[in-house]
């Protein structure tokens, strides 16, 4: 039976399955000549409107229904809402990944979790990289964002260039990897580029983002004036946070504790691929309670106010190790995303 929706030759289709114009649940499809190219697979959280679902992923039924002539999955960076679903569709879609090394690391590890490591294997793409998944070809152009290794994807046919920004931010000092490659943005726009494909979290706003070099300087000053224990909510994901975080602890004399698990798993990813390695080793949480309240910094997870994180049962004094005292100190260092907004309580936000 012929498929009236397979791409033509003679056409360049593009195909939101979920992510365009909302937070998260990131799934894109190019199509062209019988064949589809899939950019990032993530998931969404669950909100007011949704009582009692905390995770929602897209309908892939789509692609399911074509899935022979998926020639790949193409991973942007490592937040949640572009690889989150990978380890509960993937066994649906059974295409070839692909990954820059830290993301690739970050998503082996859900793989593992998921018993998918052996079955799923992912295809390293340096940065900067290309590959070749006709009838397209791929290359990679290194954004800043707040986790390592963000990239655009450029997607060649010989009907012309795609650019897929995937999610980014100009930041001339990230303090962990790379700055953007405005060179290698400004040669793509010189050859010439039929349509760029951008859906970034507040990219109608308005003005310049600050830089990651801004925020030490925040939290320097806001630490600096803490006299107690410290606990200072973020992402995990959020790599160059975590670095500011320990900087700042250790120029003021505090050890730094690792609270979540999902902080633990990003450290090691980060580590494996040579961010992190010039930092001291972390605390354990069950070793917080050994050190002087002055002496200790925790960094959780927690800063959306999701229920289960680190954070939320500290503040219920769930946590079997760690708890807080009148007088100690929670910094909350993140925006709230608005996808999240319900679960959040009233906070500092640096």
């Known amino acids: 039976m012929t498929d009236a929706f397979s791409p033509k030759r003679d056409e360049l289709l593009f195909l939101a399955l979920g992510g365009a114009g909302e937070i998260g649940m990131n799934l ?52 949640e809402d572009h690889i989150g679903a990978v380890p509960y569709l993937w066994p649906q879609l059974r295409c070839p990944l692909y990954a820059t090394p830290f993301t690739a690391s970050v998503l082996r590890r859900k793989l593992e979790e998921a018993g998918l490591a052996k079955e799923a294997p992912i295809t390293l793409i340096p940065m900067s990289g290309k590959v ?51 060179a290698a943005l400004r040669k793509l726009g010189d050859g010439g580029v039929l349509a760029m494909v951008c859906d970034s979290t507040n990219v109608f706003v308005e003005g310049a983002s600050g830089s990651e070099a801004d925020v030490r300087e925040s939290l ?25 975080i320990t900087r700042v602890a250790m120029e003021h004399g505090r050890q730094v504790a690792l609270i979540g698990r999902s902080m633990w798993r990003m450290v090691a990813s980060a580590q494996e691929n040579g961010y992190l390695t010039d930092l001291p080793e972390f605390i354990q949480e069950h070793d917080v309670g050994y050190f002087p ?26 946590h079997p190790h760690v708890t807080l005292e009148p007088g100690d100190a929670v910094v909350f260092s993140s925006r ?15």
């Not at 791929?138 to 954004?143: H, K, N």
């Not at 897929?164 to 490659?181: F, I, N, R, S, Y």
């Open 293 to 318: 309240r002055e002496k200790i910094l925790m960094i959780c997870t927690g800063s959306q106010g999701e229920p289960r994180s680190a954070l939320a049962r500290i503040a219920r004094k769930e």
């Open 132 to 182: 070749s998944l006709a009838p397209f070809e791929v290359e990679l152009i290194t954004l800043t964002h707040s986790i390592p290794e963000p990239n655009a994807v450029v997607i060649r046919t010989p009907l012309g260039a795609v650019l897929h920004t995937g999610d980014w931010k100009l930041d001339p000092t990230p303090l962990v990897g790379e700055a953007t490659d405005e």
């Open 28 to 79: 894109n499809l190019y199509g062209h000549a019988g064949k589809w190219l899939m950019v990032d697979l993530g998931i969404t959280f669950g909100d007011e409107s949704t009582p009692g679902v905390d995770v929602i992923m897209p309908d892939i039924s789509f692609i399911k229904e074509r899935v022979k002539d998926l020639v790949g999955l193409v991973l942007t960076h490592a937040h």
């Open 220 to 244: 320097r000053e806001v630490i600096g004036k803490l006299p107690n224990r410290v606990a200072v909510g973020c992402f995990a994901s959020n790599v160059a946070r975590l670095e500011t």
């Open 336 to 350: 709230t995303i608005p996808a999240t907004r319900s679960r959040s309580r009233s906070c500092r936000t640096i």
